[in-house]
């Protein structure tokens, strides 16, 4: 079974706001001195685990400091922002710090 345990990303260096994958994957945007960030981090690996879906997403999280080009390529300006890219587009997103609640509804359409 795949962990859910976030790793920074260097993803691709597409130019388009499409990314192909064969699982969605789920970009957590934030930085290193974020709190609600870290917070939103937790809920996620909540969410997943309660559901029992580790393999579910691909989980990345890109911070500010080291990946500013996705934030310009995804339209981002809010720390903590969610996405779920699947079939090569957003199909998610989640703005500012939300409670688990808000996270699962977010993740509900791929979860089982």
């Known amino acids: 079974m795949t962990s ?7 993803a691709p260096t597409h130019t388009s706001t499409e990314t192909r ?3 969605p994957l789920l970009l ?3 930085s290193k001195t974020s709190g609600q960030a ?13 559901r029992h ?5 691909r989980y990345r999280i890109v911070d500010i400091e080291d990946r500013p080009d996705l934030f ?13 890219i699947d079939d090569g587009r ?7 710090f939300h409670q688990p609640k808000a996270v699962e509804e977010l993740l509900t359409p791929w979860l089982h």
């Open 4 to 10: 859910l345990a976030p790793t920074h990303t260097s």
């Open 21 to 23: 994958t064969a699982t």
């Open 28 to 30: 957590l945007f934030g």
């Open 38 to 50: 870290r917070r939103l981090d937790g809920f996620v690996a909540h969410v997943v685990q309660r």
């Open 53 to 57: 879906n580790h393999g579910t997403f």
């Open 72 to 84: 310009d390529r995804f339209h981002v300006t809010d720390v903590p922002t969610l996405l779920v």
């Open 90 to 96: 957003v199909q998610g997103r989640l703005v500012g």
